[in-house]
């Protein structure tokens, strides 16, 4: 079977409503966007882009960062555990149609061509998109965040040379990238059968999704709580 065959396989599996975000999935999920808003206002703010004072700004800053670096931590456990990190391997043959479908059926009421499942809760481009920000943007930003914040440790090495000036620049850079990221995925999560359709799946966890026989007779018998 092809992946683009196995991503639109369960097409016509009768629908159930199932809850496919646990309870600490839309905890991070959250907590995540929260920390990120929270450091965006007060890292441009010490920039100068943004009102609030310098010395709150970084303040507010530096104990969000830990927050979001402790959150980040235990998240990259929980996925590992969970095996829910497969989640983000991109099915790249299947990643032309739904390009498309961005691109030009949206526009003209196409249907979306990829179908939510159990097991694949993200289409290819969502999983790129995922996989970006968390091994790319992620890690340039706790990264530089770090090496900003102990400044005070090898400010003396670094006396006379670029090294502040060049980590800020990367963290600039990645600050720059999340915020592009945040704003393509608040825009992503209007597409749905409704605007806020998306937004009340991670909220309450639940969504309609085909389900296959075997699925539904193991979320009966092993995670009833699922099945509504
Ligand atoms: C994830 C962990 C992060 C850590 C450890 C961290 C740490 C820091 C530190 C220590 C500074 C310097 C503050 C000062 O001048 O004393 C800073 C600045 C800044 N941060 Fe973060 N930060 C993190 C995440 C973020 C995120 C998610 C954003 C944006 C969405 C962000 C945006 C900024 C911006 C724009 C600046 C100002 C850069 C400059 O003008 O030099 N940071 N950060």
Request: with cysteine.
């Amino acid at each position: 079977m092809t992946a683009v065959a196995s991503d639109f396989i369960k097409k016509g599996e009768p629908k159930r409503i199932v809850m496919i975000y646990s309870r600490y999935e839309r905890f991070w999920h959250w907590s995540q966007a929260a920390l990120i808003f929270i450091l965006a206002f007060t890292g441009f703010s010490v920039h100068g882009l943004l009102p609030l004072p310098y010395k709150t700004a970084v303040q507010v800053h530096s104990y969000t960062a830990i927050a979001l670096i402790v959150l980040w931590a235990f998240t990259t456990f929980w996925h590992f555990t969970t095996g829910q990190w497969r989640q983000y391997l991109p099915r790249l043959a299947s990643l032309p149609a739904i390009l498309k479908f961005y691109a030009w059926g949206i526009l003209t009421g196409a249907p979306h061509p990829y179908t939510k499942t159990l097991k694949r809760k993200q289409n290819a481009l969502q999983s790129l998109a995922y996989l970006w920000f968390m091994l790319v943007i992620g890690p340039a930003l706790w990264l530089s965040g770090i090496v900003y914040l102990t400044y005070p440790l090898w400010a003396k090495m670094a006396a006379g040379t670029i090294a502040l000036p060049v980590v800020a620049c990367i963290h600039l850079a990645a600050a720059y990238l999340i915020s592009l990221f945040v704003i393509i995925h608040i825009y992503m999560t209007t597409t749905g059968k409704t605007p806020l359709h998306y937004v009340k799946t991670m909220i309450t966890g639940y969504d309609t999704i085909p389900l296959s026989k075997a699925e539904a007779a193991y979320l009966a018998e092993d995670e009833p709580g699922r099945l509504k």
